[in-house]
Nanobody, 113 residues
Framework: EVQLVESGGGLVQPGGSLRLSCTGSGFIFSVSGMMWARQPPGKGFEWVSSISHNGDSTTYADSVKGRFTISRDNRKKTLYLQMNSLKPEDTAVYYC??????RGQGTQVTVSS
C-alpha cells in the first residue's frame, strides 16, 4: 500500500521560512517522480513543484519560483519543500504526491502576522 506522510507545516509570519517533508513507503521511492501541490482555503488544488526520480530535473509554478526549492533524499525515501519568503497567499494545505498518482493527507501551512 502506497503511503505518503507529510510533516513540517505550521504558522509562520510573512517573510518567514518552513521546510516540509514527505516520507514515502509501499513503493519504490527512488524510481518515482514526485510533486508538491497545495489547496488554499476555499479553492481548488494548485500544482506547486515537481522533481524527477533522481532529482536532476525540477519544475515550479510561477507563483513560487525563486522562493521554493524541491529536493529529495532517496536513501531516506523523503521528499522536501523548502519554502522561503513566505506570503499570506501561500496559506494552504500542502500535499506531496507521486507523479503517477497517490498523495498524502497534507500538512497545513498558515502565513500570517
Amino acid at each position: 500500500e502506497v503511503q505518503l506522510v507529510e510533516s513540517g507545516g505550521g504558522l509562520v509570519q510573512p517573510g518567514g521560512s518552513l521546510r516540509l517533508s514527505c516520507t514515502g513507503s509501499g513503493f519504490i521511492f527512488s524510481v518515482s517522480g514526485m510533486m508538491w501541490a497545495r489547496q488554499p482555503p476555499g479553492k481548488g488544488f494548485e500544482w506547486v513543484s515537481s522533481i524527477s526520480h533522481n532529482g536532476d530535473s525540477t519544475t515550479y509554478a510561477d507563483s513560487v519560483k525563486g522562493r521554493f526549492t524541491i529536493s529529495r533524499d532517496n536513501r531516506k525515501k523523503t521528499l522536501y519543500l523548502q519554502m522561503n519568503s513566505l506570503k499570506p497567499e501561500d496559506t494552504a494545505v500542502y500535499y506531496c504526491g507521486k507523479a503517477d498518482g497517490g498523495r498524502g493527507q497534507g500538512t497545513q501551512v498558515t502565513v500570517s502576522s
